[in-house]
């Protein structure tokens, strides 16, 4: 017999020192146990508790809100557990409670378990966070909204330069062509600077629109079969002045009769624009520049590789960015552009159901960037 109360003893002091609240109740709803941290976290005295009706011990007021007594009769009636649901008392404590059945030997349930565990830390921390994402929720419609202004400006803005660029740009073709009269050597010297200054700010406006299309998701594709081979000799031929300038050798390289495949060629050409045109001027003088195109089981691949600068590992994301330049370049001076050029590309190359990145082995070791474009149905 004293080895069964050593025990008994052993298991009532596990179940006061559980930091869970635990009551007993009888059919009548009498309480007829209550542990030690209930006791702790209410405040009452034993005698305050056991031998009480529920209704004695809990306020009104709750157990008319929760129906938990209702809930402890259906379990004495069902035998079933019930998951219960939250208390609040006042003060602000939170506690969560599920009621079991304690079953006798013959499966009857004469006394349920009433379970709480405090709450009041985890529901703080749940409001705390429900109300910052509400905030950011608002900061995220405000940004938004900002964003859309601003793309709405850049669209604006450049479809309202974009006209007068181009009646500029046509009056000047027809200076360059003598259409309208013949010019001094002079004059047709400082022509040629105009012409290639409105032919580079055409350029930026088309960037611009280009990038206002993207994000107002308006970038439209119109696919169609295209050769790809002959779109990379024509992108070839077109930069070759540029590379010419810095002494660059450029090669094209193609195992194997290309497929033709489904796209937008307006578009692509502008990828192979803007792929080699980066790979030129981020190329140190007497550099090599190879476009190489090869057939993989569902998709083309090209690659465009450079004996350039290289980038810089943590940059290599980055770089697709807008207005992003590498390594902080100066705009003026390395890019003549916006930092649009890339960002454009990844778009197109999206557009299309392809993928686009860059791989290099860092600081003067060049760059390869990689675009796929998926087969031709």
Do not use: C
């Amino acid at each position: 017999m004293k080895g069964i109360e050593v025990l008994r003893a052993y298991q009532e002091e596990i179940i006061e020192s559980i930091p869970s609240t635990i009551i007993v109740l009888d059919r009548g709803l009498v309480i007829l146990y209550a542990n030690r941290n209930y006791y702790l976290k209410s405040g009452k005295k034993e005698r305050e508790v056991v031998g009480q009706r529920l209704d004695r011990v809990f306020s009104r007021a709750l157990i008319e809100k929760t129906g938990i007594d209702e809930k402890i009769r259906e379990t004495f009636n069902t035998g079933i557990p019930s998951s219960g649901g939250q208390l609040r008392y006042s003060g602000g404590l939170f506690f969560f409670y599920k009621i079991h059945p304690l079953k006798e030997i013959d499966m009857s349930v004469r006394r349920v378990m009433l379970l709480m565990e405090d709450i009041t830390e985890l529901t703080r921390l749940e409001e705390e966070l429900r109300d910052s994402y509400g905030k950011l929720e608002n900061a995220y419609a405000e940004l938004k909204e900002e964003d859309e202004t601003k793309s709405n400006f850049i669209s604006t803005a450049s479809h309202e330069l974009r006209t007068p660029l181009t009646v500029i740009n046509s009056y000047l073709e027809m200076f360059e062509d003598g259409m309208l009269g013949k010019l001094k050597e002079n004059q047709y010297d400082k022509l040629v600077v105009m012409r290639s200054q409105t032919d580079h700010m055409i350029r930026l406006v088309e960037d611009m629109l280009d990038t206002s299309r993207l994000e107002s998701r308006k970038f439209k594709i119109q696919k169609q079969p295209i050769e790809l081979e002959e779109m990379a000799k024509s992108a070839i031929d077109e930069m070759s002045r540029l590379a010419d300038l810095k002494e660059h050798s450029m090669m094209l390289k193609i195992n194997t009769k290309l497929p033709q495949i489904l796209g937008d060629e307006q578009r692509i050409r502008q990828v192979f624009s803007n792929l080699i045109t980066n790979a030129i001027k981020y190329t140190p003088n007497m550099g090599r520049i190879e476009v190489e195109i090869k057939e993989e089981k569902k998709h083309i691949l090209v690659s465009i590789s450079d004996t350039g600068i290289g980038i810089p590992e943590e940059e290599r994301e980055k770089i697709f960015e807008k207005f992003y330049i590498v390594g902080g370049k100066s705009l003026t001076k390395e890019s003549e552009r916006m930092g649009l050029g890339l960002t454009i590309a990844r778009g197109i190359v999206e557009a299309h159901g392809g993928r686009i990145w860059v791989e290099s082995e860092g600081d003067g070791k060049g760059s390869t960037f990689y675009f796929t474009l998926p087969k031709g149905d």
